[in-house]
């Protein structure tokens, strides 16, 4: 007896988009900051402040933009980088707000500057540039891989961008730091953006370097050491990044310049002795330009002992207020707009914002935040974990590497864990350049999470396998 059974290819089934997840997330995600916002006029004013309408409306616009661009062009992306992107965007901007309403800090920029300019809509202007980039990101970029073609053409422009501020005339010096240009009326941070650019090198040498680099020649103290010729890398980045530290008087672009690039060779090797190798190199050059730097050991100081030298150093006034500011927020805080961070100074919207938080929000405040970005960075590693093609995991790992480097100088700088570096708290301090290349940041892992997460095609259907005819005794 026979029988015959017909069989034919069955079609991959899609994975689920998750846009509509998205989108429940980014109401969340605007509704959050707009009742911080009511809160901070309630606890200054006793009323409603009467900007709160137009900062929803502006800020849900902006969300409303990038989910549309995401579910139409990058419909298989993660669901949780715009909402968390868009989150932390919405409370800086609240505590920018809130920091512009201090009649201390208006006082002081009357005295500095003979006018008082508020950040917050300077603030939000550069939020919906940010937003612009993300949405020329996803329109422009395809297909991540393309990156891999300009892997040493990246290196050129990174290397130009963090140059720039040193050329005479262009580059200038602000709070003993060259690492801004002006252009018209504008002052813009390259190294920002040269963090993204040089990204890409790093990526594309080490997917082809990463055989020879992973090879060791001998063993010592338990760590297996590289061989003597493939140090070279790790020397140039580590003498660039010295280079940046000495002419520039810019720890934290230091730091995150050589700390990217020690993590992502560490991924693409897999040898722990490069960690170790790295954090020596880092704080033998570290301890070495602080020796003569006046600008950098004076932060050093500060960091030691901010009350020792507090009434003849600006930096020790700023840790020292900072470190109180956490102190007296306790667990709980103070409520938002009823703290006393404005006595940091100008730089309470920008470096020291995170003791805004820790004072007005307190210890559960500052972990939320905390909470919050470390979720943005465990989904741009499990990107890179997703990712199907070499380059984009270096590439997802090197973007948040460099996001967590940022989180972690700041953070601890502010806190007093670290010396302070100068840069800016990602999303939540004021600083154009610094809002609009974490939105390009955040848009190239939205590109490499829809590469790494849309469903493999479906494979051709074979004629000769149409039908199988199957013969039973």
């Known amino acids: 007896m026979s029988s015959t059974t017909h069989t034919s290819t069955i079609g991959a089934i899609g994975a689920p988009s998750r846009r509509n997840t998205e989108l429940a997330l980014l109401v969340f995600a605007v509704v959050i900051p707009v009742f911080a916002y009511a809160n901070v006029g309630l606890a200054m004013n006793d009323e409603m402040p009467t900007g709160m309408l137009g900062y929803g409306l502006g800020l849900g616009l902006l969300a409303a933009v990038g989910h549309l661009v995401v579910r139409k062009f990058a419909p298989y992306a993660d669901p949780l980088l715009l909402p968390l992107a868009t989150l932390l965007n919405g409370l800086g901007l609240v505590l920018i707000w809130r920091l512009d309403q201090s009649d201390r800090l208006q006082q002081l920029q009357k005295n500095a500057f003979g006018a008082f300019n508020p950040a917050a809509p300077n603030q939000l202007m550069y939020s919906a540039l940010g ?71 790093f990526a594309g040498y080490l997917m082809v370097k990463r055989d020879a680099l992973a090879l060791a020649s001998r063993r010592f103290l338990g760590l297996y050491l590289p061989r003597g010729r493939d140090l070279g890398p790790i020397l140039v980045i580590w003498a ?64 030691l002992d901010p009350f020792a030298c507090y009434d003849t150093s600006n930096a020790c006034q700023q840790i020292g207020q900072s470190i109180m500011s956490f102190g007296s927020g306790g667990v709980l805080g103070t409520g938002l707009g009823q703290g006393h961070s404005d006595l940091i100074g100008f730089a309470a919207n920008a470096d020291f914002i995170f003791a805004t938080v820790g004072e007005e929000l307190g210890l559960a405040g500052v972990m939320a935040f905390l909470l919050l970005y470390a979720l943005l960075i465990e989904r741009g590693v499990r990107t890179a974990l997703a990712a199907r093609d070499p380059f984009g995991k270096l590439f997802a790992v090197g973007l948040s590497g460099a996001f967590a480097l940022q989180i972690f100088v700041v953070a601890g700088g502010v806190m007093g864990l670290i010396p302070l570096t100068g840069m800016t708290m990602p999303f939540l301090a004021a600083g154009g350049s610094s809002v609009i290349a974490n939105w390009a940041l955040v848009g190239l892992l939205v590109r490499v999470s829809d590469t790494a997460r849309r469903p493999a095609p479906a494979p051709a259907p074979n004629p000769d396998a149409e039908m199988t005819q199957v013969v039973r005794p």
């Open 240 to 303: 660039m990044s010295l280079l940046i530290l000495i002419f520039e008087n810019d720890l934290g672009t230091s730091l995150l310049f050589f700390g990217m690039f020690v993590i992502m060779l560490y991924v693409a090797t897999e040898r722990t002795s490069w960690i170790v190798i790295g954090l020596g190199m880092s704080a033998a050059g570290a301890v070495g330009v602080a020796s003569f730097a006046s600008h950098v050991e004076a932060r050093v100081n500060a960091w």
């Open 131 to 201: 937003i612009a980039l993300f949405v020329v990101v996803m329109l422009i970029m395809k297909d991540h891989r393309i990156l891999q073609r300009f892997t040493y053409i990246s290196m050129v422009v990174a290397l130009v961008l963090l140059l720039l501020p040193l050329v005479p005339g262009l580059g200038t010096d602000q709070f003993g730091a060259k690492i801004w240009i002006r252009i018209g009326g504008f002052s813009i941070q390259p190294g920002e953006f040269a963090k993204i650019v040089i990204a890409v090198f």
